[in-house]
């Protein structure tokens, strides 16, 4: 295993940069990178830090800083010091400006002014905690996207991702032997996904649960036979309504939020491909 230090600076919450670094260095198997995060820096003050920082643990430099001065100095620093120094935005932004013929701001934290999409996103935020796990069924029909799954399909944390990105997400869980809630028959207006999962390795994953929990592995939970029939009743479930079906065996959370965002771009606008992919299952 090859270790190297990965310092990411930015002057707002760091998320960006973390998430491209973490994307390009998935790439290489076989390495670790020691990880120094400098976030919110935005004075001179807090940059020296950051370049004392480097000096004690040389490595490859990426940032997120749009003061010019700042930059600059960082910059010169990393080539004293004979060390990769790269801005990740900055081919993105000149496109962007080439484009639009437009100038950038050059504003710390842009993104996350506390604007109407901002507080639409604390709204969501709201309502998946809300509407978790078969909560507050009687509006069920605000939702734009309503999960349906067995238990550790991943619905909570799947709506909470949603959430995040201004999407309204709701769960049910699917019991085998308990109705549905009566407003899950009668909405019209939300996305309903159900979400499936190989019977072995949700076996495992419930295993684990149990565990963690201190609680008997003897039960219907985890048996083998009870959970096959279970995803299989959810499975006939889903395609008597003709809801998309998403196997998240082999997905992250990401991926499957991706993907459902996806179904609810088609849907909302009504291509042909929505009605495809809705009455069928995505690819696993």
Known sequence: MKQFHLHLVSDATGETINSVARACVAQFDQVQPIEHFWNLVRTTRQLEMVIEGIKDNPGLVMFTLVDEKLRRRLQETCR????????????????????????????PGRQ??????YFGRMDAMDFALAHDDGQSTWDLHEADVILMGVSRTSKTPTCIYLANRGIKAANVPFVPGCPLP?????????????????????????????????QTQDTNYVDPEVVRQEVAEARRLYSRHNWAVIDVTRRSIEETAAEIMMLLARRQAGSPAARAALSGETSS
């Open 112 to 117: 996350h002014m506390l604007d109407a999409e």
């Open 80 to 107: 004293e010091l004979q060390v990769p120094c790269i801005p990740v935005l900055d081919p993105l932004i000149n496109a962007l400006a080439a484009y639009l013929g437009l100038e950038s701001q050059s504003q």
């Open 182 to 214: 009566p407003e899950l028959e009668q909405i019209t207006r939300p996305l309903v996904v159900g979400l499936t999962k190989d019977p072995d390795r949700l076996i495992q994953i419930r295993r684990n649960r149990l565990k963690l929990l201190n």
